[in-house]
Protein backbone atom coordinates (compact mmCIF):
# COMPACT_ATOMS: atom_id res chain seq x y z
CA UNK A 1 0.00 0.00 0.00
CA UNK A 2 0.71 3.73 -0.74
CA UNK A 3 2.76 5.61 1.86
CA UNK A 4 0.88 8.99 1.61
CA UNK A 5 -2.81 8.87 3.01
CA UNK A 6 -5.54 7.13 2.18
CA UNK A 7 -8.98 8.37 0.67
CA UNK A 8 -11.30 6.34 2.57
CA UNK A 9 -9.98 3.57 5.21
CA UNK A 10 -13.23 1.30 6.51
CA UNK A 11 -12.52 -1.01 9.29
CA UNK A 12 -13.51 -3.76 11.81
CA UNK A 13 -16.57 -5.09 9.44
CA UNK A 14 -17.06 -8.05 8.08
CA UNK A 15 -16.46 -8.01 3.92
CA UNK A 16 -18.02 -9.96 1.35
CA UNK A 17 -15.42 -11.57 -0.99
CA UNK A 18 -15.43 -13.97 -4.49
CA UNK A 19 -12.76 -16.47 -4.41
CA UNK A 20 -11.10 -17.64 -7.15
CA UNK A 21 -14.12 -19.71 -8.70
CA UNK A 22 -16.34 -17.06 -7.90
CA UNK A 23 -18.34 -18.35 -4.56
CA UNK A 24 -19.50 -15.83 -1.86
CA UNK A 25 -17.31 -15.71 1.57
CA UNK A 26 -16.97 -13.52 4.30
CA UNK A 27 -13.62 -12.56 5.86
CA UNK A 28 -14.17 -10.90 9.24
CA UNK A 29 -12.54 -7.98 10.98
CA UNK A 30 -11.33 -6.69 7.95
CA UNK A 31 -10.32 -3.36 6.28
CA UNK A 32 -11.19 -1.58 3.16
CA UNK A 33 -8.65 1.16 1.53
CA UNK A 34 -9.87 3.31 -0.84
CA UNK A 35 -7.77 5.45 -2.53
CA UNK A 36 -8.25 7.87 -6.12
CA UNK A 37 -12.33 5.71 -5.90
CA UNK A 38 -10.72 2.53 -6.25
CA UNK A 39 -9.98 -0.55 -4.02
CA UNK A 40 -6.75 -0.47 -2.94
CA UNK A 41 -6.47 -3.65 -0.38
CA UNK A 42 -8.82 -5.88 1.42
CA UNK A 43 -6.88 -6.83 4.65
CA UNK A 44 -7.43 -7.24 8.24
CA UNK A 45 -8.16 -4.54 10.51
CA UNK A 46 -5.20 -4.51 12.05
CA UNK A 47 -3.15 -3.90 9.67
CA UNK A 48 -4.94 -0.91 8.55
CA UNK A 49 -5.16 0.36 12.38
CA UNK A 50 -2.38 3.42 11.74
CA UNK A 51 -2.57 3.82 8.44
CA UNK A 52 -3.32 7.23 7.66
CA UNK A 53 -6.86 8.32 5.72
CA UNK A 54 -8.80 11.57 4.70
CA UNK A 55 -11.77 9.56 5.84
CA UNK A 56 -12.10 6.97 8.53
CA UNK A 57 -15.33 5.03 8.67
CA UNK A 58 -15.73 2.22 11.91
CA UNK A 59 -17.94 -0.37 10.88
CA UNK A 60 -18.01 -3.01 13.92
CA UNK A 61 -21.20 -5.14 13.48
CA UNK A 62 -21.35 -4.44 10.08
CA UNK A 63 -20.84 -6.38 7.26
CA UNK A 64 -19.38 -4.46 3.44
CA UNK A 65 -21.00 -5.61 0.32
CA UNK A 66 -20.60 -4.51 -3.25
CA UNK A 67 -22.92 -1.85 -3.85
CA UNK A 68 -25.86 -3.47 -5.54
CA UNK A 69 -26.96 -3.19 -8.70
CA UNK A 70 -30.64 -2.42 -10.45
CA UNK A 71 -30.32 -3.72 -13.58
CA UNK A 72 -34.00 -2.42 -15.29
CA UNK A 73 -35.64 0.27 -14.04
CA UNK A 74 -37.85 3.39 -14.69
CA UNK A 75 -36.34 5.35 -12.26
CA UNK A 76 -38.53 8.78 -13.24
CA UNK A 77 -41.37 6.96 -12.59
CA UNK A 78 -41.60 7.09 -8.90
CA UNK A 79 -43.58 10.41 -9.74
CA UNK A 80 -46.68 7.68 -10.67
CA UNK A 81 -45.62 5.70 -8.01
CA UNK A 82 -49.21 4.10 -6.58
CA UNK A 83 -51.06 6.03 -9.97
CA UNK A 84 -52.22 2.52 -11.88
CA UNK A 85 -53.15 -0.13 -8.95
CA UNK A 86 -54.65 -3.98 -9.19
CA UNK A 87 -54.57 -3.90 -12.98
CA UNK A 88 -53.97 -6.06 -15.64
CA UNK A 89 -50.94 -4.88 -17.69
CA UNK A 90 -53.14 -4.08 -20.63
CA UNK A 91 -55.49 -1.58 -19.07
CA UNK A 92 -52.16 -0.42 -16.76
CA UNK A 93 -50.09 0.94 -19.88
CA UNK A 94 -53.20 2.06 -22.27
CA UNK A 95 -55.73 3.66 -19.81
CA UNK A 96 -53.29 5.05 -16.87
CA UNK A 97 -49.64 4.88 -17.32
CA UNK A 98 -48.92 5.79 -21.01
CA UNK A 99 -51.92 8.95 -20.97
CA UNK A 100 -50.24 10.08 -17.76
CA UNK A 101 -46.61 9.50 -19.37
CA UNK A 102 -47.86 11.88 -22.59
CA UNK A 103 -48.05 14.72 -19.76
CA UNK A 104 -44.30 14.07 -18.96
CA UNK A 105 -42.02 17.06 -19.30
CA UNK A 106 -38.15 17.57 -18.86
CA UNK A 107 -38.73 19.12 -15.35
CA UNK A 108 -40.90 16.13 -14.17
CA UNK A 109 -38.08 13.41 -15.08
CA UNK A 110 -35.68 15.70 -12.97
CA UNK A 111 -37.61 15.66 -10.06
CA UNK A 112 -38.66 11.51 -10.93
CA UNK A 113 -34.84 10.89 -10.84
CA UNK A 114 -33.78 12.84 -7.53
CA UNK A 115 -36.07 10.91 -5.93
CA UNK A 116 -35.80 7.52 -7.10
CA UNK A 117 -31.58 8.08 -6.83
CA UNK A 118 -32.87 9.24 -2.95
CA UNK A 119 -34.65 5.75 -2.74
CA UNK A 120 -31.91 3.47 -3.98
CA UNK A 121 -29.30 5.03 -2.20
CA UNK A 122 -30.72 4.51 0.83
CA UNK A 123 -31.63 1.05 -0.39
CA UNK A 124 -27.65 0.34 -1.40
CA UNK A 125 -28.02 0.83 -4.62
CA UNK A 126 -24.83 2.16 -6.38
CA UNK A 127 -25.87 1.36 -10.18
CA UNK A 128 -29.19 1.68 -11.91
CA UNK A 129 -29.81 0.58 -15.41
CA UNK A 130 -32.48 3.04 -16.85
CA UNK A 131 -34.42 3.41 -19.87
CA UNK A 132 -36.63 6.24 -19.86
CA UNK A 133 -37.63 9.35 -21.92
CA UNK A 134 -36.12 13.57 -21.10
CA UNK A 135 -32.70 11.35 -20.20
CA UNK A 136 -30.45 14.31 -20.32
CA UNK A 137 -32.39 15.06 -16.95
CA UNK A 138 -31.50 11.73 -15.47
CA UNK A 139 -27.79 12.17 -16.68
CA UNK A 140 -27.46 15.34 -14.44
CA UNK A 141 -29.38 14.17 -11.65
CA UNK A 142 -26.76 10.93 -11.93
CA UNK A 143 -23.53 13.16 -12.14
CA UNK A 144 -24.56 15.43 -9.08
CA UNK A 145 -25.66 12.82 -6.94
CA UNK A 146 -22.63 10.76 -7.06
CA UNK A 147 -24.43 7.49 -8.58
CA UNK A 148 -23.33 5.19 -11.31
CA UNK A 149 -25.77 4.56 -14.37
CA UNK A 150 -26.46 2.69 -17.10
CA UNK A 151 -28.82 5.06 -19.40
CA UNK A 152 -30.36 4.32 -22.33
CA UNK A 153 -33.19 6.80 -24.09
CA UNK A 154 -36.17 4.73 -24.95
CA UNK A 155 -38.19 5.14 -28.18
CA UNK A 156 -41.09 3.69 -30.12
CA UNK A 157 -41.35 2.93 -33.87
CA UNK A 158 -44.62 5.47 -33.87
CA UNK A 159 -42.09 8.09 -33.17
CA UNK A 160 -40.42 7.93 -36.67
CA UNK A 161 -37.17 8.27 -37.07
CA UNK A 162 -36.29 10.87 -34.75
CA UNK A 163 -37.06 8.50 -32.01
CA UNK A 164 -34.32 6.03 -32.65
CA UNK A 165 -31.71 9.23 -33.45
CA UNK A 166 -32.46 10.80 -30.13
CA UNK A 167 -31.46 7.05 -29.05
CA UNK A 168 -28.28 7.67 -30.44
CA UNK A 169 -27.55 10.82 -30.05
CA UNK A 170 -28.15 10.71 -26.12
CA UNK A 171 -25.91 8.26 -25.62
CA UNK A 172 -22.91 9.16 -28.02
CA UNK A 173 -22.91 12.50 -25.93
CA UNK A 174 -23.00 11.01 -22.54
CA UNK A 175 -21.07 7.70 -22.73
CA UNK A 176 -18.42 8.33 -20.29
CA UNK A 177 -19.90 11.08 -18.71
CA UNK A 178 -19.68 11.89 -14.66
CA UNK A 179 -15.89 10.79 -14.54
CA UNK A 180 -17.01 7.30 -15.91
CA UNK A 181 -19.74 6.97 -13.96
CA UNK A 182 -22.24 7.09 -16.76
CA UNK A 183 -22.42 3.91 -19.44
CA UNK A 184 -24.59 4.45 -22.41
CA UNK A 185 -26.84 2.01 -24.32
CA UNK A 186 -29.11 2.16 -27.28
CA UNK A 187 -33.26 1.42 -25.88
CA UNK A 188 -35.86 0.17 -28.34
CA UNK A 189 -38.53 -0.26 -26.04
CA UNK A 190 -39.76 -3.94 -27.30
CA UNK A 191 -40.33 -5.71 -29.99
CA UNK A 192 -43.80 -5.30 -30.12
CA UNK A 193 -43.25 -1.47 -30.53
CA UNK A 194 -40.36 -1.15 -32.34
CA UNK A 195 -40.46 -2.93 -35.56
CA UNK A 196 -38.16 -5.14 -36.95
CA UNK A 197 -36.54 -2.34 -39.97
CA UNK A 198 -35.83 -0.17 -37.03
CA UNK A 199 -34.64 -3.43 -34.73
CA UNK A 200 -32.80 -4.12 -37.34
CA UNK A 201 -31.44 -0.45 -37.55
CA UNK A 202 -30.86 -0.07 -33.78
CA UNK A 203 -28.17 -3.11 -34.57
CA UNK A 204 -26.58 -1.58 -37.04
CA UNK A 205 -25.70 1.56 -35.09
CA UNK A 206 -24.91 -0.35 -31.86
CA UNK A 207 -22.10 -2.07 -34.42
CA UNK A 208 -21.19 0.76 -35.71
CA UNK A 209 -20.67 2.95 -32.49
CA UNK A 210 -19.79 -0.26 -29.91
CA UNK A 211 -22.75 0.97 -28.32
CA UNK A 212 -24.84 -1.91 -26.23
CA UNK A 213 -28.50 -2.39 -26.49
CA UNK A 214 -31.47 -2.65 -23.68
CA UNK A 215 -34.73 -3.30 -24.47
CA UNK A 216 -38.00 -5.07 -23.11
CA UNK A 217 -38.14 -8.60 -24.63
CA UNK A 218 -40.75 -11.70 -23.90
CA UNK A 219 -41.58 -9.92 -20.56
CA UNK A 220 -44.25 -12.68 -20.08
CA UNK A 221 -45.59 -15.98 -21.92
CA UNK A 222 -48.51 -13.89 -23.40
CA UNK A 223 -46.09 -11.85 -25.53
CA UNK A 224 -44.33 -14.79 -26.87
CA UNK A 225 -47.83 -16.89 -27.43
CA UNK A 226 -48.66 -13.38 -29.30
CA UNK A 227 -45.70 -13.39 -31.14
CA UNK A 228 -45.98 -17.15 -32.70
CA UNK A 229 -49.72 -16.68 -33.78
CA UNK A 230 -49.12 -13.48 -35.56
CA UNK A 231 -45.49 -13.60 -36.68
CA UNK A 232 -44.21 -17.34 -36.41
CA UNK A 233 -41.65 -16.29 -34.25
CA UNK A 234 -40.68 -15.51 -30.46
CA UNK A 235 -39.86 -12.20 -29.93
CA UNK A 236 -36.50 -13.66 -28.75
CA UNK A 237 -36.38 -15.46 -32.47
CA UNK A 238 -37.52 -11.61 -33.56
CA UNK A 239 -34.08 -10.17 -31.45
CA UNK A 240 -32.18 -12.91 -33.20
CA UNK A 241 -33.43 -11.78 -36.98
CA UNK A 242 -33.14 -8.26 -36.70
CA UNK A 243 -29.35 -9.18 -35.33
CA UNK A 244 -29.67 -7.71 -31.94
CA UNK A 245 -28.46 -10.95 -30.75
CA UNK A 246 -25.05 -9.86 -32.20
CA UNK A 247 -24.84 -6.83 -29.56
CA UNK A 248 -23.90 -6.81 -26.15
CA UNK A 249 -27.73 -6.68 -25.18
CA UNK A 250 -29.35 -6.64 -21.86
CA UNK A 251 -32.88 -8.05 -22.12
CA UNK A 252 -35.33 -6.78 -19.04
CA UNK A 253 -37.95 -9.46 -17.62
CA UNK A 254 -37.98 -12.51 -20.03
CA UNK A 255 -40.28 -14.42 -18.77
CA UNK A 256 -41.61 -15.50 -21.70
CA UNK A 257 -38.19 -17.13 -22.91
CA UNK A 258 -39.19 -20.43 -23.64
CA UNK A 259 -37.31 -23.97 -24.46
CA UNK A 260 -36.42 -22.61 -28.31
CA UNK A 261 -34.87 -19.67 -27.33
CA UNK A 262 -32.45 -21.05 -25.02
CA UNK A 263 -29.77 -22.27 -28.22
CA UNK A 264 -30.19 -18.99 -29.57
CA UNK A 265 -28.94 -17.43 -25.97
CA UNK A 266 -26.73 -20.04 -26.15
CA UNK A 267 -24.35 -18.84 -29.12
CA UNK A 268 -24.95 -15.02 -29.43
CA UNK A 269 -22.66 -12.74 -30.27
CA UNK A 270 -22.67 -10.34 -28.28
CA UNK A 271 -22.66 -9.97 -24.17
CA UNK A 272 -26.57 -10.98 -24.00
CA UNK A 273 -27.82 -10.95 -20.23
CA UNK A 274 -31.60 -11.25 -18.59
CA UNK A 275 -32.53 -8.71 -16.00
CA UNK A 276 -35.35 -9.92 -13.79
CA UNK A 277 -37.33 -8.15 -11.76
CA UNK A 278 -39.65 -10.71 -9.72
CA UNK A 279 -41.99 -8.27 -7.80
CA UNK A 280 -43.43 -7.13 -11.12
CA UNK A 281 -45.01 -10.67 -12.03
CA UNK A 282 -46.57 -11.15 -9.47
CA UNK A 283 -48.05 -7.94 -9.44
CA UNK A 284 -49.62 -8.54 -12.79
CA UNK A 285 -50.14 -11.98 -11.86
CA UNK A 286 -48.26 -13.39 -14.33
CA UNK A 287 -48.02 -17.61 -14.26
CA UNK A 288 -44.32 -17.76 -15.00
CA UNK A 289 -40.92 -16.24 -13.75
CA UNK A 290 -37.61 -15.83 -15.88
CA UNK A 291 -36.00 -18.66 -16.20
CA UNK A 292 -32.91 -18.27 -14.16
CA UNK A 293 -31.62 -21.65 -13.56
CA UNK A 294 -31.92 -22.43 -17.58
CA UNK A 295 -30.35 -19.16 -18.63
CA UNK A 296 -27.43 -19.84 -15.86
CA UNK A 297 -27.01 -23.34 -17.33
CA UNK A 298 -25.74 -21.58 -21.01
CA UNK A 299 -24.00 -18.92 -19.20
CA UNK A 300 -26.44 -15.94 -19.71
CA UNK A 301 -25.64 -13.58 -16.33
CA UNK A 302 -29.21 -13.00 -14.88
CA UNK A 303 -29.39 -9.47 -12.64
CA UNK A 304 -31.53 -8.65 -10.05
CA UNK A 305 -33.85 -5.47 -11.02
CA UNK A 306 -37.02 -3.51 -10.01
CA UNK A 307 -38.65 -2.12 -12.83
CA UNK A 308 -40.13 1.55 -12.25
CA UNK A 309 -41.94 1.98 -9.22
CA UNK A 310 -44.94 2.81 -11.19
CA UNK A 311 -45.50 -0.84 -11.47
CA UNK A 312 -43.88 -2.05 -8.26
CA UNK A 313 -43.80 0.45 -5.68
CA UNK A 314 -40.67 0.58 -4.94
CA UNK A 315 -36.90 0.36 -6.04
CA UNK A 316 -35.76 -2.37 -3.41
CA UNK A 317 -33.08 -4.21 -4.78
CA UNK A 318 -32.58 -5.98 -1.74
CA UNK A 319 -36.67 -7.48 -1.51
CA UNK A 320 -35.56 -8.64 -5.23
CA UNK A 321 -32.87 -10.10 -4.55
CA UNK A 322 -34.94 -12.39 -1.24
CA UNK A 323 -37.84 -12.89 -3.99
CA UNK A 324 -35.99 -14.12 -6.46
CA UNK A 325 -34.35 -16.82 -4.50
CA UNK A 326 -37.82 -17.86 -2.84
CA UNK A 327 -39.38 -17.99 -6.22
CA UNK A 328 -36.81 -19.83 -7.82
CA UNK A 329 -36.93 -22.60 -4.98
CA UNK A 330 -41.19 -22.74 -5.93
CA UNK A 331 -40.85 -22.35 -9.96
CA UNK A 332 -38.19 -25.22 -9.88
CA UNK A 333 -39.89 -27.25 -7.03
CA UNK A 334 -37.01 -27.62 -5.15
CA UNK A 335 -35.59 -25.99 -2.25
CA UNK A 336 -31.91 -25.88 -2.80
CA UNK A 337 -32.42 -23.85 -5.29
CA UNK A 338 -31.67 -20.81 -5.21
CA UNK A 339 -29.35 -20.93 -2.35
CA UNK A 340 -28.60 -17.61 -0.30
CA UNK A 341 -24.97 -17.44 -1.71
CA UNK A 342 -26.36 -17.98 -5.12
CA UNK A 343 -28.75 -15.14 -5.01
CA UNK A 344 -26.01 -12.55 -3.40
CA UNK A 345 -23.66 -14.00 -6.93
CA UNK A 346 -26.84 -12.37 -8.78
CA UNK A 347 -26.88 -9.19 -6.66
CA UNK A 348 -23.32 -8.52 -7.31
CA UNK A 349 -21.58 -9.81 -9.67
CA UNK A 350 -24.03 -11.29 -11.85
CA UNK A 351 -25.40 -7.88 -11.88
CA UNK A 352 -22.64 -5.87 -12.79
CA UNK A 353 -21.89 -7.83 -16.09
CA UNK A 354 -25.71 -7.54 -17.23
CA UNK A 355 -24.65 -3.92 -17.31
CA UNK A 356 -21.55 -4.28 -18.56
CA UNK A 357 -19.31 -3.37 -15.66
CA UNK A 358 -18.46 -6.83 -14.75
CA UNK A 359 -14.57 -5.59 -14.16
CA UNK A 360 -14.92 -3.18 -12.53
CA UNK A 361 -17.64 -3.70 -10.03
CA UNK A 362 -19.54 -6.29 -8.49
CA UNK A 363 -16.70 -8.07 -6.18
CA UNK A 364 -14.85 -6.13 -3.25
CA UNK A 365 -11.59 -6.65 -4.30
CA UNK A 366 -8.04 -4.60 -5.45
CA UNK A 367 -8.31 -2.42 -8.80
CA UNK A 368 -12.12 -2.79 -8.54
CA UNK A 369 -14.13 0.51 -8.58
CA UNK A 370 -15.16 1.45 -4.86
CA UNK A 371 -19.10 1.04 -4.90
CA UNK A 372 -19.48 -0.08 -1.04
CA UNK A 373 -22.50 -0.56 1.03
CA UNK A 374 -22.32 -1.23 5.06
CA UNK A 375 -24.86 -3.04 6.38
CA UNK A 376 -25.92 -3.11 10.35
CA UNK A 377 -27.19 -6.49 11.41
CA UNK A 378 -27.25 -5.69 14.93
CA UNK A 379 -30.81 -4.91 14.91
CA UNK A 380 -32.91 -8.29 16.49
CA UNK A 381 -34.54 -9.17 13.42
CA UNK A 382 -30.99 -10.00 11.90
CA UNK A 383 -29.96 -12.07 15.24
CA UNK A 384 -28.80 -14.26 15.79
CA UNK A 385 -26.40 -15.41 12.97
CA UNK A 386 -26.29 -18.94 11.94
CA UNK A 387 -25.57 -18.49 8.30
CA UNK A 388 -24.34 -15.15 6.98
CA UNK A 389 -25.80 -15.64 3.53
CA UNK A 390 -29.03 -16.48 4.58
CA UNK A 391 -29.42 -13.22 7.22
CA UNK A 392 -27.64 -11.31 4.31
CA UNK A 393 -30.91 -12.52 1.42
CA UNK A 394 -33.70 -13.11 3.73
CA UNK A 395 -33.89 -11.67 7.23
CA UNK A 396 -31.54 -8.42 6.61
CA UNK A 397 -33.62 -5.24 4.70
CA UNK A 398 -32.32 -2.31 2.95
CA UNK A 399 -33.29 -0.26 5.56
CA UNK A 400 -30.11 -1.78 7.43
CA UNK A 401 -27.97 0.10 5.20
CA UNK A 402 -25.81 2.10 7.00
CA UNK A 403 -23.91 4.17 4.30
CA UNK A 404 -23.31 3.87 0.75
CA UNK A 405 -20.15 4.60 -1.09
CA UNK A 406 -19.39 5.12 -5.12
CA UNK A 407 -16.09 5.48 -6.85
CA UNK A 408 -14.98 6.39 -2.82
CA UNK A 409 -17.17 8.95 -2.24
CA UNK A 410 -19.47 8.76 0.19
CA UNK A 411 -23.17 9.40 -0.10
CA UNK A 412 -24.88 8.03 2.65
CA UNK A 413 -23.26 7.72 5.96
CA UNK A 414 -25.40 6.43 9.21
CA UNK A 415 -28.52 7.20 6.68
CA UNK A 416 -28.36 10.79 6.00
CA UNK A 417 -28.33 11.27 2.61
CA UNK A 418 -25.34 13.62 1.77
CA UNK A 419 -26.00 14.30 -2.35
CA UNK A 420 -29.61 14.98 -2.11
CA UNK A 421 -32.57 16.95 -0.63
CA UNK A 422 -35.61 14.86 -0.26
CA UNK A 423 -37.84 17.35 0.88
CA UNK A 424 -37.31 20.04 -1.11
CA UNK A 425 -37.82 17.17 -4.09
CA UNK A 426 -40.71 15.99 -2.78
CA UNK A 427 -42.16 19.34 -2.23
CA UNK A 428 -41.55 20.58 -5.78
CA UNK A 429 -43.28 17.60 -7.26
CA UNK A 430 -46.10 17.54 -5.17
CA UNK A 431 -46.71 20.59 -7.03
CA UNK A 432 -46.69 19.29 -10.66
CA UNK A 433 -48.53 15.91 -9.87
CA UNK A 434 -52.29 17.54 -11.04
CA UNK A 435 -50.81 18.19 -15.12
CA UNK A 436 -48.66 14.97 -14.58
CA UNK A 437 -51.45 12.55 -14.27
CA UNK A 438 -54.13 14.75 -15.75
CA UNK A 439 -55.90 12.01 -18.33
CA UNK A 440 -59.05 14.11 -19.56
CA UNK A 441 -56.76 15.00 -22.94
CA UNK A 442 -57.29 11.14 -23.79
CA UNK A 443 -54.38 10.86 -25.45
CA UNK A 444 -51.62 8.57 -24.95
CA UNK A 445 -47.80 7.67 -26.00
CA UNK A 446 -48.34 4.33 -27.32
CA UNK A 447 -50.93 1.81 -27.49
CA UNK A 448 -50.37 -2.03 -26.17
CA UNK A 449 -51.77 -4.78 -28.14
CA UNK A 450 -49.89 -7.75 -27.30
Known amino acids: MSASPADLVITGCTVLVHDEEERIAFREDAAIVVRDGVIEAVTDAAGA ?32 RGLAEDLPIEEWFNDVVWPAES ?39 VTECGMRAHLGEAYFSSQGPQGRERSLEFALNHRGAAGGRITTALAPHA ?24 LHAAENRDQTDTSLARHGVTPVEVLDRSGLLDTDLLIAHGTGIIERDLPLLARTGGRTAVATAPRVYLKFAWPDTTPVRSLRAIGVPVGLATD ?130 DRSHGHRVQDYDT
Open 308 to 437: GAASTNTLDVWESMALTALIQKSAEGDPRWLTSRQALHHATLQSARAVGLGESIGSLAPGRRADIVLVDLTGPHTQPVHDLAATLVHSARSADVRTTVVDGRVLMRDRELLTLDVRSTVRELEQRLPALV
Open 191 to 214: PYTVTDADLAATADLARTHGLPVH
Open 103 to 141: NLTEKDVELGARLACAEMIRGGITCFADHYFHMDAVADV
Open 49 to 80: ADLAAAERIEARGQVALPGLVNCHTHAPMVAL
